[in-house]
């Protein structure tokens, strides 16, 4: 039995033992008058002993059963092949999975590899087998157990409420320990890129030129390491695209909350907001198709130097696929802002611009501050558009009109092919995400203090 035919299995069970729960307690308690709890928290209680138990079983099953069959299929290897070193073993054995599944194996099919593959295949079956089996009965085993508890007296509410609980706790622990692990993994990977590369040529060096020499007569291996040049591209795209996506993005959203008409709303909110759901890359061709070639046709009319790919088209582009985050968020905070706020202001003989500059835009600071820095966000982590309309030059310049690089762009072009995980060329990279993590988490910081002088004002 498969994984999804299981899961669906589960959930029929697990409606069931709702309905059995619920029954059972009216039946023991002989109606809802005489129950501790309401009927619904029984049956959810039968719930819980019916999906917890397995789901833990199948979890557990999923992380461990890879390496029990891996070492099952080496054990069953001749002496030659079991004490092969680690990485032609892994090769061997991912051979021998290929050829269980009928994939294709590019070294030759030995009769040794063929009975691997035909133990692995039955070493699979029977682990779903037994899987299946074991949560099938741990799943009627557990709906047995919760129905048999309830009596009138029985405190379901708490079990529940307790179990919810657990449950919300460790989701959050989840998500903070994979923000940590991505946080330590980056940093490990960093200081084996600074024992290499010193700090402060990093920080301070003005040259970005990553290529590393393998051989001492090699041409045009710089191997400088400077996070200047990147850092200037990155906020000058990024500033670029802020001064297009938030004054259009802001008075969009007061348009639409205070003049627009309900009708009109209803159509150009949807409308603004299908430009979020358009790819990137489509962005890309965009701006490298018509808004570069526009610039720098512009530029030559007046007498401008506008390279093929500058930082102007790319913040252009990026300002208008920000355009509908700063808007919606906008338009949220305009509209959480309490409506005796905006009476009260009428009432008092203020025109609709005074109401809206003096108390709905100074009440609705705090959300348009994050909905902001979220776009910021937004911006410094854009891939494609940079790309494909600023280029790759790692150029020291505040002239939006020369082309420019990011460390986003950076980062991916440090990381795509076949790469030796242990040169300074590839560690960059996450030298780089260190960085990047850094000036984020920075943006943040200054916001959050934005926010939290404004809210005390008007709360």
């Keep these: 039995m498969n994984t999804l035919t299981l899961l669906t299995l589960l959930a029929a069970f697990a409606l069931g033992a709702f309905y059995l729960g619920r029954r059972r307690s009216l039946l023991a308690g002989g109606g809802a008058r005489t129950l501790h709890s309401l009927p619904g928290y029984y049956g959810f209680y039968v719930v819980i002993w019916c999906l917890i138990p397995p789901l833990g079983l199948m979890l557990g099953w999923q992380v461990f059963e890879p390496r029990v069959l891996t070492w099952l299929i080496i054990e069953g290897l001749p002496e030659s092949m079991s004490s092969l070193p680690q990485g032609p073993l892994n090769l061997l054995l991912n051979d021998i999975r290929n050829l ?34 074991m949560t099938i009965m741990l799943a009627l085993a557990g709906i047995s157990l919760a129905t048999l508890r309830i009596t009138p007296a029985f405190r ?48 301070f060096g003005l040259q970005w030129s990553p290529q ?45 909350t205070e003049y627009a008409k309900p009708a009109f709303r209803s159509v150009a909110k949807p409308l603004l907001e299908v430009l979020a759901g358009i790819p990137t890359v489509v962005y890309g061709f965009f701006a490298a198709i018509q808004v570069a070639p526009f610039i720098r046709d512009s530029g030559g009319l ?7 790919e500058s930082a102007l088209a790319a913040g252009i582009v990026m300002g208008i696929m920000i355009i509908p ?15 005796a706020m905006r009476d009260g ?33 937004r911006a410094i982590g854009e891939t494609m558009i940079v790309v494909m309309a600023a280029g790759l030059a790692a150029n020291l310049t505040a002239n939006p009109l020369e082309a420019v690089t990011t460390v986003t762009v950076q980062i991916v072009t440090l ?18 995400g260190l960085m990047l993590f850094l000036v984020t988490l920075v943006l943040n910081v200054i916001g959050l203090r934005v926010v939290r002088k404004y809210r005390e004002a008007y709360e």
Excluded at 227 to 255: C, D, E, K, N, S
Aim: charged share 15%; no cysteine.
């Design 100 to 133: 269980a599944s009928g994939d294709l194996v590019v070294t030759e099919v030995s009769e040794v590899m063929t009975q691997a593959a035909d133990r692995y295949t039955a070493l699979l079956s029977s682990s779903k087998f037994w899987l299946s089996t």
């Design 156 to 203: 379901a509410r708490n079990k529940v409420e307790s179990t919810v609980q657990m449950i919300l706790i460790v989701a959050s622990s989840i998500a903070i320990l994979t923000t940590v692990g991505i946080v330590f993994s980056v940093l490990f990977e960093s200081i084996r890129f600074f024992q290499r590369v010193p700090l402060d040529e990093f920080l």
């Design 212 to 256: 590393m020499a393998i051989r001492a007569d090699q041409v045009g291996s710089s191997g400088a390491f400077g996070f200047i040049p990147l850092l200037t591209g990155t906020l000058l795209i990024t500033a670029i695209a802020m001064v297009v996506a938030v004054p259009i993005g802001l008075m969009t959203a007061v348009y639409l």
């Design 302 to 308: 007046i007498g401008l130097d506008v390279a093929s």
């Design 325 to 339: 985050l700063v808007s919606s968020l906008s338009d949220d905070a305009i509209t959480a802002v309490p409506a």
């Design 345 to 377: 202001s009428l009432a008092l003989g203020a025109t609709r611009s005074e109401t809206v500059k003096q108390v709905m835009l100074p009440a609705a600071l705090p959300g348009i501050v994050g909905g902001v820095l979220l776009a910021v966000s």
């Design 415 to 432: 990381l795509v092919g076949d790469q030796e995980f242990d040169s300074a060329k590839t560690l960059a990279a996450f030298a780089l």
